[in-house]
C-alpha cells in the first residue's frame, strides 16, 4: 500500500499493523553497497518468426559476483543472476521458449498476464531436468511491468531466491501518447529489489528455521537487481523507476532520504487515472509501481526503504536501508507532469458469485500452518470453478496477526474497499496482488473472460513464498 505525502513514514508504517512492539533492528551483512555504476537486465525484444515474437530462456546455474571476487552459487535466466527484461507490445503473438538446466523439474510463470491456463506456468505446468516448454499465448495486457518467476510447488521459495526471476515491459498507443520518461537506460529504468543473506563463504544457502517459515525468508543485505548500493547517473529532469518488489518476504516503504515527493503512475497491471503525489510506497512481495521523481535541481539523493517482514506487528521493522544513490549531472528546468494518464472505467458490475476467503493460522503461535477457508494446498483439488464470461466478487479477511499479500493468476482485478472505505488514488487501478493486513477485510472485482479449461487450474495465493510452498494456495478453474 502506498501512503500519500500528507502522511509521515512512521505514521504509516504504524497504522499499517498498528504495531504492538519495538521495532526490533537485525543485525546487517558485513559488507556495504559497493558503489558502481547502476546496472538494469539487458532489454530483450525477442524475435519475429511466423508472426510470433519468440523469447528464448535459458535457466541455469550461474556465479555471480554480489561482492568483487567472491563468486556466489546462483540460478540465472539468461545471466548468471535474474533474467533479462523481455520487452513486447500489448496485442503481441508469443512463444516462450523455456529451458530447463537446473537439473531438477521447475516451471515458471508469468506473472500478472491474463492467458490460457494451460500457459500459465503454475505448478500443473512442470518441466523436467533437460527439457524445453514452449507455451503461445497473446500478450492481452495494457502497457505495464509484469515479471515472471519459479513456481515449482514446494520450490518456490528457494527457486526465486537463488535467481529465478526475470521482468516483463509491455507498451500500447495509449501509454506512448503520453509525455512520459520511456527511454530505456537513460531516463526509464528498472529495479527488481531482494534482499538476501550471506555465510561466511559469500553464498546465500537457502536454509529455513522457524522464523523464515512462518515470516518469509528476509536478507540483511538489500540488492538491487542483484548489485548492493548502486550509483544511478542521470542526465534528465524527470526520471521514471519501475519497481518491482521481488522479494520471499521483505516488505519494502521506500522514499528519498530528503523526503521529496515523487509521483506514483502504474502499479500492477498498468497506468493509474493520474499521477498521485507521496512521500512514501509501501510494496509488499510481488507487487510492482512505477515512479515520476523529479531530480531537476541537481541534488543527489538517496532512495531508501524502510524493511519489515509479514509479523511487523510482533516483531517490528528491521531497520532503514540504502537502495540507490541518484546523481544528476546538472541542473536542468523543472518538468511538467500530465495531468491525466489513463481512462479508469469503474469496475463492472457483478454478475456472478460472491466467494468469501479467510486466512488464517492453526496451531500456537510460531509452529502454526496457515490455510485459505480451513485448507492448506491440495494439488490434487481443485477449490471450485468459474463459469465463463462472469464477474465475480472476491472478499477476503485476514484473521492471522500477519501480513498477507495475496496474488491471483489469470486476472487484474479491481479493489473495491478495505473495511467498507474505497481503496485510495494509488490502489484504484488495475491490480493483481493485494496486501491483506491483520484483521482486514478486503473485497475485490474479477472478470473472467477469454479462456476455460476443466481440467487446468489458476492458483491464488500469499505471495510470501514461504506461506505458499507451506500451503497457503487455493486453485480454480474457468469453465
Known amino acids: 500500500m502506498a501512503y500519500p505525502m500528507t502522511m509521515t513514514r512512521r505514521a ?9 512492539a519495538p521495532a526490533l533492528i537485525r543485525p546487517r551483512a558485513a559488507f556495504a553497497g559497493t558503489g558502481q555504476a547502476f546496472i538494469q537486465p539487458r532489454l530483450n525484444e525477442g524475435r519475429i518468426e511466423g508472426g510470433r515474437r519468440v523469447f528464448d530462456l535459458t535457466v541455469a546455474p550461474g556465479l555471480h559476483e554480489f561482492r568483487p571476487g567472491i563468486a556466489t552459487e546462483t540460478i540465472g535466466i539468461n545471466a548468471t543472476f535474474l533474467g533479462p527484461i523481455l520487452s513486447a507490445r500489448a496485442g503481441d503473438a508469443l512463444r516462450m521458449n523455456v529451458a530447463n538446466h537446473i537439473g531438477e523439474p521447475m516451471t515458471l510463470h508469468w506473472h500478472g498476464l491474463h492467458l ?16 524445453v516448454w514452449s507455451p503461445e499465448f497473446d500478450l492481452m495486457q495494457k502497457a505495464g511491468t509484469f515479471w515472471f518467476h519459479g513456481h515449482q510447488h514446494e520450490k518456490t521459495g528457494a527457486h526465486v531466491w537463488a535467481g529465478m526471476a526475470g521482468v516483463l515491459r ?13 527511454t530505456y537506460g537513460e531516463d526509464d529504468f528498472t529495479l527488481v529489489l ?4 550471506f555465510d561466511a563463504d559469500g553464498q546465500m544457502p537457502y536454509t529455513m528455521n522457524m522464523h523464515d517459515r512462518m515470516a518469509g525468508m528476509q536478507g540483511d543485505v538489500l540488492l538491487v537487481n542483484g548489485q548492493t548500493g548502486p550509483v544511478l547517473e542521470v542526465d534528465t529532469p524527470l526520471i521514471r523507476l519501475r519497481i518491482l518488489n521481488g ?9 528519498f532520504a530528503d523526503n521529496r515527493t515523487f509521483h506514483q503512475i502504474a502499479s500492477d497491471g498498468g497506468l493509474l487515472a493520474e499521477p498521485v503525489p507521496m512521500q512514501g510506497a509501501i510494496l509488499s512481495p510481488g507487487e510492482r509501481a512505477e515512479f515520476l521523481v523529479d531530480v531537476s535541481d541537481g541534488a543527489a539523493v538517496m532512495l531508501r526503504a524502510e524493511t519489515f517482514g509479514a509479523e511487523v506487528a510482533m516483531m517490528g521493522t528491521s531497520g532503514t536501508r540504502d537502495v540507490m544513490e541518484i546523481r544528476p549531472r546538472g541542473v536542468r528546468p523543472t518538468p511538467t507532469l500530465p495531468d491525466r494518464l489513463a481512462e479508469i472505467p469503474p469496475p463492472p458490475d457483478a454478475t456472478g458469485e460472491d466467494r468469501r476467503f479467510d486466512l488464517a493460522m492453526t496451531g500456537m503461535g510460531m509452529m502454526g500452518d496457515f490455510t485459505i477457508n480451513g485448507r492448506r494446498f491440495d494439488h490434487s483439488r481443485i477449490d ?7 464477474t465475480e466478487t472476491w472478499i477476503w479477511t485476514n484473521t492471522t496477526p500477519m501480513l498477507h499479500p495475496m496474488h491471483i493468476h489469470d486476472v487484474q482485478f479491481r479493489i473495491l474497499s478495505r473495511n467498507g472505505i474505497p481503496p485510495s488514488a494509488q490502489e484504484a487501478g488495475l491490480k493483481d496482488t493485494v496486501l491483506i493486513r491483520p484483521q482486514e477485510t478486503v473485497a475485490l472485482r474479477l472478470s473472467f473472460s477469454d479462456y476455460a479449461d476443466p481440467v487446468l487450474p489458476y492458483m491464488y495465493h500469499c505471495h510470501i513464498l514461504e506461506h505458499e510452498d507451506a500451503g497457503m494456495m487455493g486453485q480454480f478453474t474457468v469453465v
Do not use: S
Open 194 to 197: 531482494q534482499d538476501r543473506r
Open 170 to 182: 509491455v507498451t500500447d498507443d495509449e501509454e506512448a501518447a503520453l509525455p512520459l520518461p520511456r
Open 384 to 390: 471450485f470453478a468459474v463459469p465463463l464470461g462472469t
Open 12 to 20: 504509516a508504517l504504524a497504522g499499517l499493523t498498528a504495531l504492538a
Open 247 to 255: 522479494a520471499n518476504g521483505t516488505f519494502y516503504g521506500l522514499h
Open 116 to 131: 490460457p491456463a494451460a500457459a500459465d506456468g503454475g505448478p500443473h505446468q512442470e518441466i523436467a531436468p533437460g527439457a
